[in-house]
């Protein structure tokens, strides 16, 4: 595999990993208490290290891998994040301050009898599965308690605007310059960016919401899909994060801020709009946290 094909896997794995929709544990008070839809008893990875970060950082995040999870100079907040499908470090209340600033390298593998498994399930039980797995080893090396909350918070909702959208369905669409997989199909859930333009292909409008709501987009509160659009749609935004840090999936330098268009004129273009508002935020608190030991 060439490095264009690699980085495109990993961007995939990357954004499929980060827009995944919020789904919260009950009033759960340890890591592993959640019940699992495939199994009566918590999965548990075979074998994981985590280690600190070293150097700089170039990408972070956490992602599916073949036989299990890989984190890249993630925090313990972007792990939580992606144990309990959230979509943002505001879902994540409490604990000390390096549960945000320090960085980790996590290498988490199961064994082969569990890949076996695992590659019955479908797209959405594997997610699920290996969320599970995360929060096991959360609670095993970093001794985390956690509890549920819902809080009210300052929002946009993200609505069509007078004249109608105008995103391409991505059902009908046929334009030659697609992403396309081996099987010579256009790539679903695809999202990238270069400088001053993000594309999105096969993108419903609720994943939208969710990379809306990402530090990385800096719009200072979370994004609620309220479009009533249910398709998947191809569509480009004249605008990039502007967040100064770490990007996933960015390619080469931003625009500064004076150079690009807001992501409310971007939005404006392809017959959206965001509106200020008041609603429900999940949140995990965390109630007790160490620091892992390194191996």
């Known amino acids: 595999m060439d490095w264009k094909s690699r980085r495109i896997t990993t961007l995939l794995a990357v954004i499929a990993i980060a827009l995944a929709c919020p789904a919260m544990p009950a009033q759960t008070t340890s890591a592993t208490s959640a019940a699992t839809p495939t199994a009566n008893a918590a999965p548990a990875f075979d074998v994981a290290t985590i280690k600190p970060h070293p150097g700089m950082l170039t990408m972070t995040g956490v992602m599916n891998a073949a036989d299990g999870v890989d984190g890249s100079a993630a925090t313990l907040s972007m792990l939580v ?5 959230l979509r943002s470090d505001d879902q994540v209340s409490g604990g000390p301050d ?3 600033t ?3 390298d996590v290498q988490a593998r199961v064994g082969e009898a569990e890949i076996a498994a695992i590659e019955k399930l479908s797209p959405a039980e594997k997610k699920a599965r290996l969320r599970l797995m995360m929060q096991a080893l959360l609670e095993e090396r970093f001794k985390l308690k956690i509890h549920s909350a819902t809080k009210q918070v300052p929002v946009y909702e993200l609505v069509v605007a007078k004249g109608g959208p105008k995103l391409t ?14 099987d010579g199909k256009p790539l679903p859930g695809f999202l990238s960016w270069s400088t001053g333009k993000i594309v999105a292909q096969g993108f419903p409008t609720k994943s939208l919401a969710d990379f809306l709501s990402q530090p990385i987009c800096a719009l200072g509160r979370p994004v609620i ?3 009533g659009l249910t398709g998947t749609y191809n569509f480009t935004l004249d605008w990039t994060p502007p967040h100064p840090g770490v990007r996933l999936g960015a390619e080469g330098d931003s625009a500064s801020p004076e150079e690009m268009p807001s992501i409310f004129t971007a939005l404006g273009d392809v017959g959206l709009k965001l509106q200020p508002s008041t609603g429900p935020l999940d949140i995990v ?9 390194e191996n």
Not at 169 to 182: F, R
Not at 285 to 293: C, G, S
Request: proline share 3%; hydrophobic share 30%; aromatic share 10%.
């Open 102 to 104: 320090d960085r980790f």
């Open 169 to 182: 369905d991505a059902a009908t669409d046929t334009s030659d310059h697609l992403m396309k997989g081996k």
């Open 285 to 293: 608190v965390i109630d007790h946290v160490e620091r892992p030991t």
């Open 98 to 100: 390096w549960a945000k």
């Open 81 to 85: 994040e992606y144990a309990y499908e």
């Open 225 to 227: 899909d309220k479009t």
